[in-house]
């Protein structure tokens, strides 16, 4: 275990990921390199309302029943105090890297309340059948802005990842963002200035550093404006959007990020 790299990490996430990893070791002994990413090291994290970002590699496929602890280990630990986001990836698919990628096992939040509507074989059964094209932005954000916590660095395994890959995946979710401007105002903002930066000059930002980067750009300041009232919610703060706003931030984004596609095609 990287001991330097978890005294640096903020409040109580060291202890948090060290009890969920010792957790982990029962259930399976095919993990051989886990990882760190996310805000809790890029400096972001804030403890009421964001995640623990975890990425693992086994040296073969789970079997069902491992799968199934490991769905109960997440269930009793995601949230005793912070909540969870893990991928489990296979060296193997590492090796033999596609866009979007196959994974051995997923959690999240989303399928705790899953849970209201299937039975956890049903969910884990679910999850064979899918790929995440999230997983090419997670193996970016670790190579450049992640932790090691134990194992080989992930560029180490990781063959055949171009940054199409990642870039691919990034606008995918600006679509999202778009879509969801008016619903989750702060969230959509920062991410998609955040894909605005990387289409600009190659930068993976974090939330927390979106406004100081937007500042040292061409951006009318009424959009800067609106980027400060994100940051600043995002840091705890009370903000408001008015319609108007939003309506100015979506034509900037898209403009910015889609020039020569309708937004109508890109939902279909």
Known sequence: MNRDALADFPDKTAPFIEQFVRGLRDVTDAIRHAYVHGSVTMGGFHPRQSDVDLLFVSDRDLSDAERLGLMRLCLATSTQPYPLELTVLTERALHEWVHPSPFEFHYSE???????????????????????????????????????????????????????????????????????????????????????????????????????????????????????????????????????????????????????????????
């Open 110 to 268: 989303q399928w705790r309340s899953r849970l209201e509507e299937a039975t956890i074989d049903e969910l884990l059964h679910e999850q064979r059948e899918l790929t995440d094209p999230d997983l090419a932005a997670h193996l970016k954000v670790i190579m450049e802005r992640g932790c090691v916590l134990y194992g080989a660095p992930l560029h180490e395994l990781l063959l055949g990842f171009e940054d199409e890959h990642y870039r691919e995946a990034i606008k995918d979710d600006a679509v999202d963002c778009l879509s969801s401007l008016d619903n989750h105002p702060v969230y959509s903002v920062l991410n998609l200035v955040r894909v605005i930066a990387y289409e600009t000059d190659g930068r993976v930002l974090a939330k927390r550093e979106v406004l100081e980067w937007a500042k040292r750009q061409p951006i009318p300041a009424n959009l800067l404006l609106v980027i400060q009232k994100a940051a600043a919610a995002y840091a705890g703060a009370d903000s408001t959007f008015s319609r108007t706003e939003l309506i100015d931030f979506y034509i900037f984004a898209n403009e910015r990020l889609f020039p020569y596609e309708d937004m109508d095609e890109l939902e279909d």
